[in-house]
């Protein structure tokens, strides 16, 4: 990220901006789409954390930041979204659903199916700092700068995620075997 | 998936399999929105500020006191518009008694985060593109969802909620989703939008009534949605009846009922809307009333425009 686009683009220049949005939209939506598990809901938070962004550019103190501090305000359009008034749902869309992005050698579809429920289950704030340690591999001491939390509570977080996940996908597994008994 | 490595290994994995790349819609949509959009300014506030002696204290506390209390009154002076009554004469400057003075009531930004609010009167601006002012209860949620939406709703979840949007899309068929918006869209007065709005079929609409709120004219209807899903193919959210600029809906559940105003305000085409379904208790409709009640208008123009018949 350019140093000299953010700060041309905290002084309003919008093509400085336009060219900060090419480079990080791609990024942030698949980390909302994995936050949320919704493409529609991912989409909106994704524009409204990048409006959020240009409102706020010119309070940004360190510009070399930009990529975390956009980062942050998406995680809070995220938990925004997910809150958000079922009636100003956005639903135009025409989005792949997400198992068309290609089948995982690595993941069964049945391992697939509990991560999903498991996942959804999960609160968002824990959603979102399993997303950012696993898929884009950030230590927690990055995390916690980013999301702006104590390293402390990112790691209870990721724990609490972790446990949480690998209890749903037990008991399904356990309520599959039961299920199949009682076929 | 027994061991802990196997479990991440796992779940990485399936991070990894979802979409990668923002829609170009998204990024389009954003890139639209900046254009009109204004960036906060950056006031940056000293850590310190100068030492004042106290008679010096007292008088610029006495200073700013007027200010805010100016302030206040140019910007919400001349009473409430009470949206809710009936449609009233647009408010002449004629002379009135001064009325006794009354507590200034604290004014807050609507903020632009879901959150809970306290009690109070919120202004609904930036980037919100009409300032509107209102003042709800306690344990009501809402905020500026953008340039083209700002909202409160009861916390309850029972559908009462007043929103302040701005869009041009009106779909053509709320119980047939599928089949997009009204081709051509309505053109840009607040005529053209009542009268798109009270075409809409399988919604019982009211005949648009001529209106004024806070000096400014514009036409009010009701909607109500049917009261089943039956027979037709809404929207997952409802029967969709219009939609934002940024991709946002306005969807009727069954058995809601939907008053609008629509409003020319020095040439934005403001509407509100308040919401109520089957489930609103008789609290959350006095609630809605006395919203409505205290609603104001503040456009940069001062004056109404005058494209509006009467």
Redesign the interface.
Known sequence: MERESVERAQRGDRDAFASLVHQVSDALFAVAHRILRDADLAEDALQVALITAWRQLPHLREPDRFEAWVHRILVHACYAEARRSRRWATNVRALPADGLAGPDAHVSVADRDELERGFRRLPLDQRAVFVYHHYLGMPLVEIAETLGIPAGTARSRLHYATRALRAAITADAELACEEGRLA | ?NDERS?????????????????DR??Q???L???T??????LRIPWRFPTMNTPFRVAAAAVIGVMLLGGAAYLFGGGGPNIGGPASPTPSPSPSPSPAPSPTPALRQLP???TVLEAGTYVAG??FGVPVSLTVPGGWIG?V???Y?A?V?AQTGN?A?I?LSLFDKVFADPCHYTQGFVDPLPGPTVEALATALADMPALDVTTPTDVTVDGYRGKQLTMTAPASRDGCAP????FAVW?LP????????PGQRQRVWILDVAGQRLVIAA?ESPDSTGQERAEIEAILDSIQIEPSASQPSPSVSP
């Open positions: 998936m479990f991440e290994r796992t779940a990485r994995a399936w991070l990894e399999s979802g979409v990668n790349q923002a829609p998204a990024v949509a954003v890139l929105a900046i254009e959009t204004p960036q906060e300014r950056d632009q985060e879901q930036d980037p905020r969802g953008g340039p939406l909202w709703a559908q909620e929103s929207a997952r959210e409802g939609q940024l991709g946002a809906i306005n969807a009727m559940s919401a």
